[in-house]
């Protein structure tokens, strides 16, 4: 049976719901594909986040850097961020949110090891590793030290690579599911709890609008029965291949990419559905959940 609540080392709780959670997506950055520097003031971002909190956000996604791929639709893809400004943008909103609301939980969208120490010092409870398929020396002992959680999502290469060293064959989600479980095997080796290592497919990093939908059709086949599961496809190029519209307008696309998820690994795995629309999508889940549920007495 899935799990349907997380209990962090903190005692703070990710709530998967009946169908799965959302993740909302507090980029602090000005460059991100989607919205970059909608949240770059500190403030905006906290009090973003803790208005995504009260709608019903199962954890906030911090990030501080944008990764950005440069390919065919993005271009030369995010410029380079130092240690010291992806500390400053991403440490005053953990912080902040930490402060106003001790019980949501918080994950730091981050490939350094200094800045997930901090922002984990700071009240952060999970770790996503864009670079989950080759963690950075240090984090993954980070993570097992604090007993934190990590989502490890499928890229090849970097954000500035993927795309010249992700060649997959005429089967990818085999390939990528032997790619996960490469990376979740030495996440366990290292102590790292089972119920608190996410997988991600890495939607859009190194793949072509086929293979992001083949992997989306392929969900419940890259990683085992109960173990979390993170989808983000919001807004991202492949959904705008269908329709030729610019990210900001692809909520249809992207609340479609949620119900596929949804369809895939109800009743097999956990999962948190990472997303810039927060309370459209928890409208859109909200309906989800009550079809086929127990009608009240």
């Known amino acids: 049976m899935t799990i349907r609540r997380l209990l962090l080392s903190s005692g703070r709780a990710l709530d998967f719901g009946p ?10 950055t000005p460059d991100s594909f989607s919205d970059g520097g909608r949240l770059a003031a500190p403030r905006a971002a906290v009090e973003a986040g803790l208005r995504f909190a009260e709608a019903g956000a199962a954890i906030l996604d911090v990030g501080g850097e944008s990764t950005r791929p440069r390919g065919a639709a993005y271009g030369d893809g995010a410029g380079e961020v130092t240690v010291d400004d992806e500390l400053a943008r991403v440490l005053p909103v953990v912080e902040g949110i930490r402060a ?4 949501i ?3 730091v969208d981050t490939r350094r090891v200094d800045v997930a120490r901090r922002a984990l010092d700071a009240g952060a409870d999970v770790v996503n590793l864009v670079t989950g398929l080759d963690p950075p020396d240090g984090l993954l002992a980070l993570v097992v ?5 990590i989502v490890l999502n499928h890229m090849r290469g970097v954000p500035a690579t993927t795309f010249d060293v992700s060649l997959f064959g005429p ?10 479980a490469r990376a979740r095997r030495r996440a366990l080796v290292a102590g790292i709890r089972p119920e608190r290592l996410f997988v991600d497919p890495g939607l859009g990093f190194g793949k ?3 293979q992001n939908f083949a992997l989306l ?3 419940a086949l890259l990683a085992p029965e109960g173990s979390p599961v993170v989808v983000g496809a919001s807004r991202k190029a492949f959904l705008g291949s269908l329709s030729g519209r610019p990210p900001g307008e692809r909520l249809p696309e992207s609340l479609a990419a949620c119900a596929a998820a949804v369809q895939e690994l109800r009743g097999q795995n956990p999962l948190l559905l990472r997303v810039h629309d927060v309370e459209e999508t928890l409208r859109f ?6 079809v086929g549920a127990p009608s009240p007495a």
């Open 217 to 219: 059709a392929g969900l």
């Open 208 to 210: 072509t609008p086929d």
């Open 145 to 149: 030290d604090r007993d934190a959680a």
């Open 285 to 290: 889940l909200a309906v989800l959940g009550r």
């Open 19 to 28: 169908v799965g959670g959302v993740m909302a997506i507090l980029n602090v």
């Open 171 to 180: 089967d990818v989600v085999s390939e990528v599911a032997d790619d996960l």
């Open 100 to 103: 106003a609301n001790p019980s």
């Open 105 to 107: 939980p918080i994950s």
